[in-house]
């Protein structure tokens, strides 16, 4: 695909990045119109967890199994497919009857959303194939979620309040149909020359994990921790995770190849995603219910007053790509832990949501910090492995992404109802059951910081070319099979 014209490529990254706009502007949306949703089927707080998480699961649970087939079968054919079942969960989300149907719908959604972004990025990844080209794509990609966060409080709230939650999933069909078009006409097909075999055992092993783990967190407040269902489902989480990693030392092929963990870059990227996504999914959660259940906001003005980080967010992903690409990831990500450390502590030592200036300070500091992320995680995760892992090592970075959102989620929706379980729903009871929460988000803030200064160096990045090389000299060993190149048509 090297042969592609400048134009050409730009027209791929586009397309790619309207895949990635509706994703991510979906759960932004849905944020805003979680109050509504409960107001609508009487939900308590883990049944809001739920809405956000089963689409979380499922897409974290699924996206290594489509970045790798689509290496095997074709990128373009399984982005297609993922556009096409997406636009379909969007439609069956917004004629949910209940809240049940809801979450059953957003699950369509996921598995479509699990063949869209690592496969784009996998696309990204063999159009541009100049490190500070690409370093480049990846900052408009990164830019693209900024956008998502700017538009989507905004556009969330407009919608909620002039037409109604249901109109939230209709924006998806006209995006998603439009880019299933233009994919067929400008996306080349392409194949990783090695393709991968699927690994059902290891698949099956994490989606057990997944869910167990995330189904004792959601339900542990309100069912008890000694409750049986939640016993055992801590106990199925860790007896998948035993049983996961037993299978990937002893498969030829497994779902995660735990040598990518060799390399320090690809580990810190890995862990920082969870921990920043971890962060961001429960301080969307905590202010969405805050602004509107206990300021009285409406759907639209909760939006506006999110407008402060979103913008920060839209300003400093493209910075952020441009810095990865002329001086590596380590500065951004330690502007990104630093800045998000300082707005999770504004909240948890201050008070910060209980005045205006200061509220609006912690937006400011929270949207630099998560803007600055995105590049430096994906830049690190797919630049020091070959291009034929380029699908496997994309997915594992946007899998981190998702399991740090769905864990975010899950454990501050549960400090939260632990703490409001006596009562204590009103402004002061809201802000003391939320301390603790954002005490959780400081220190996922503060690995952040940590590990983006450790696992940056040189020492570190010669580990990453230590494990490349480990992939480059396995694929000649393959027993001669090989696929033509990157096939494109």
């Known amino acids: 695909m090297t042969d592609l014209t400048p134009r050409r490529r730009m027209l791929v990254l586009a397309i790619c990045c309207m895949s990635l706009l509706i994703v991510s502007l979906d759960n932004t949306i849905l944020n805003v119109a979680l109050p509504t949703l409960r107001r609508e089927f009487h939900s308590s707080v883990s049944g809001l967890q739920w809405t956000i998480d089963a689409y979380l699961i499922v897409l974290a649970s699924l996206l290594i199994l489509a970045g790798s087939t689509a290496d095997r079968i074709g990128r373009r054919r399984v982005f297609q497919t993922g556009l096409a079942l997406f636009v379909l969960g969007s439609v069956l989300c917004s004629l949910a009857p209940s809240l049940g149907w809801l979450v059953a719908a957003r699950v369509v959604q996921a598995v479509g959303g699990s063949m869209l972004n690592p496969v784009a990025m996998s696309i990204i990844t063999n159009v541009f194939t100049e490190p500070r080209e690409r370093a480049r794509a990846i900052g408009v990609w990164g830019a693209v979620v900024g956008l998502s966060m700017a538009m989507g409080p905004l556009v969330g709230g407009v919608l909620v309040d002039s037409v109604g939650w249901r109109s939230i999933f209709w924006l998806n069909v006209p995006i998603g149909l439009a880019a299933l078009a233009l994919t067929a006409v400008f996306v080349p097909e392409s194949r990783a020359e090695r393709p991968r075999r699927a690994d059902p055992a290891g698949q099956v092993f994490m989606i057990v994990l997944l869910g167990a783990l995330t189904y004792a967190i959601i339900e542990g407040p309100g069912r008890g921790w000694g409750d049986p269902a939640v016993l055992g489902a801590a106990l199925a989480a860790a007896l998948s995770l035993a049983g996961f990693v037993r299978h990937a030392l002893r498969a030829p092929e497994p779902l ?112 630099i910090g998560f803007g600055m992320v995105n590049s430096p995680i994906t830049n690190t995760a797919v630049s020091g492995m070959p291009r034929a892992q380029a699908g496997v090592a994309a997915a594992i970075a946007s899998t981190s992404r998702q399991i740090g959102n769905a864990l975010g989620v899950a454990v501050i929706g549960a400090v939260l109802a632990a703490g409001t379980s006596g009562g204590r729903s009103g402004g002061a009871g809201f802000v003391d059951a939320a301390r603790p929460a954002y005490w959780v988000l400081a220190g996922c803030a503060a690995a952040v910081l940590v590990l983006g200064a450790v696992t940056t160096g040189r020492r570190a990045a010669r580990s990453g070319e230590r494990t490349a090389a480990l992939f480059e000299t396995a694929e000649p060993a393959s027993g001669g099979r090989h696929v033509t190149g990157a096939t494109t048509r």
């Open 256 to 367: 995660i190849d735990l040598r990518f963990f060799r390399s320090v870059p690809f580990t810190g990227a890995t862990v920082i995603a969870v921990s920043m996504f971890a962060a961001f999914g429960g301080f969307m959660f905590l202010n969405a219910l805050y602004l509107q259940d206990v300021r009285g906001l409406s759907a639209l003005h909760a939006g506006l007053y999110l407008l402060p980080m979103a913008a920060m967010s839209a300003v400093f992903a493209p910075l952020s790509g441009r810095l990865v690409g002329s001086r590596g990831p380590r500065l951004p990500l330690v502007i990104a832990g630093a800045a998000t450390l300082a707005s999770a502590l504004l909240m948890a030592v201050f008070d910060a949501e209980t005045r205006n200036v200061t509220l609006f300070l912690a937006y400011v500091l929270f949207g």
